[in-house]
């Protein structure tokens, strides 16, 4: 007898199957399709093209502030004050320097992320990247690094040091770009408008620049903002004591640069970088990715990593050394509190 139950036709349950997996194509043929074509589309960007681009972008902004200081039309404006109440200025230099650096970079990239301190209401620069990279570059970095564009921050501080731009101390002026890769710096460059000298430096590739053969951990010489300066002398003497020698200095650029051999011009020679007010992230990038690339370290004052992507603020200060230890600095400072600076 046969069982009880109902008897399956195998053409039946074929045609099932068949019906079945047609509604399943149907269904997810869209979104696999969709999703393959963004994986096919999903750009990259060479992080030592980005380096080139970066200091091509950087000289060009550099003729920009050179011609416009030299032909003495500064036009000189306010944007506005500090949190702390300084005259935030803004010259022709800052805005002509911002065009060029921006819509050079924009126009070779235009999926990535840049981020200027300046603005502007123009149609824009025509200007695209040559490609062409120095020898410099390639001797010191034979191979390229390829990253998503997405994960990519580019920084640009089109003049630093306005300030000291518009009191026609020039040895201060910097022009400078930064690469993030995840918030992390991994490239900057620190370009000097009024020398031709710029610094480079790609993490975990080359440099051409280098720490100095010492530095005073015990009695540094520390180097600090000769116009926003807020309470970093009081701050510096509880760690280190009433006769630790300060030095003024303008522009975030400069003071990285007096900590290394940047066999530019003299330069004052300082072995740590403390600012206590509030600073914007296009400021230090390029800094912290050169100091990074050679063993140094820029954090906040309480020790931690700044983050490079989303906001533009840096609130917890900067400390900046290179080839001593960076913690024992943290842990010998007094304790840091962001209101009180
Ligand atoms: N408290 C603050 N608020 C806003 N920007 C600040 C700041 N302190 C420093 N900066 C910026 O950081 C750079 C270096 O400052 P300093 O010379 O005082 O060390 C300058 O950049 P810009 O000249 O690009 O604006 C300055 O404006
Ligand atoms: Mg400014
Ligand atoms: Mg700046
Ligand atoms: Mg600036």
């Avoid at 019906?19 to 990259?44: D, E, I, N, P």
Wanted: net charge negative; with cysteine; hydrophobic share 40%.
């Amino acid at each position: 007898m046969a069982p009880m139950g109902i008897r399956l036709s195998p053409l039946g349950v074929a045609v099932f199957c068949l019906l079945g997996l047609g509604l399943l194509y149907h269904l997810y043929s869209g979104v696999l399709s969709s999703r393959l074509a963004a994986f096919r589309q999903r750009k990259t960007v060479d992080l030592r093209d980005l380096l080139a681009l970066s200091m091509e972008a950087a000289v060009q902004g550099g003729w920009e502030v050179k011609r416009i200081r030299m032909e003495d039309t500064l036009e000189e404006k306010s944007k506005g004050k500090t949190k702390e109440g300084a005259l935030e200025k803004l010259t022709l230099g800052d805005l002509n320097s911002h065009r060029k650096m921006y819509y050079l970079i924009r126009n070779t990239y235009p999926y990535i992320q840049v981020n200027s301190e300046e603005h502007d209401n123009s149609d824009g620069e025509a200007t695209v990247w040559t490609r062409n990279i120095p020898d410099e570059v390639l001797s010191k970095i034979p191979e390229g690094k390829v990253v998503p564009a997405e994960s990519v921050t580019v920084w640009i501080d089109p003049l630093d040091a306005t300030q000291e731009y518009t009191e026609n101390l020039r040895k201060y002026v910097t022009t400078m770009v930064c690469v993030a890769v995840n918030g992390e710096p991994v490239v900057g460059v620190i370009h000097k408008p009024f020398t031709g000298f710029t610094a480079w430096a790609m993490v975990g590739g080359g440099a051409n620049v280098a720490p100095r053969d010492s530095y005073n951990a015990n009695a540094p010489k520390v180097i600090v903002s000769r116009s926003h300066a807020g309470k970093v002398k009081g701050f510096i003497q509880q760690a280190y004591g009433n006769n630790t020698e300060i030095i003024p200095a303008g522009g975030a650029g400069y003071k990285v640069l007096a900590l290394l051999d940047a066999s530019d011009e003299e330069y004052e020679k300082a072995d740590m970088y403390i600012h206590v007010t509030y600073i914007k992230k296009w400021d230090i990038c390029a800094g912290n990715a050169i100091l990074k690339a050679l063993g140094g370290h820029m954090t906040t004052l309480k020790g931690e990593e700044i983050d490079y992507s989303g906001s533009e603020k840096n609130p917890g200060g900067v400390l900046a050394t290179v080839s001593i230890d960076h913690d024992a600095v943290v842990k010998k400072l007094p304790a840091w509190d962001e209101n009180k600076n």
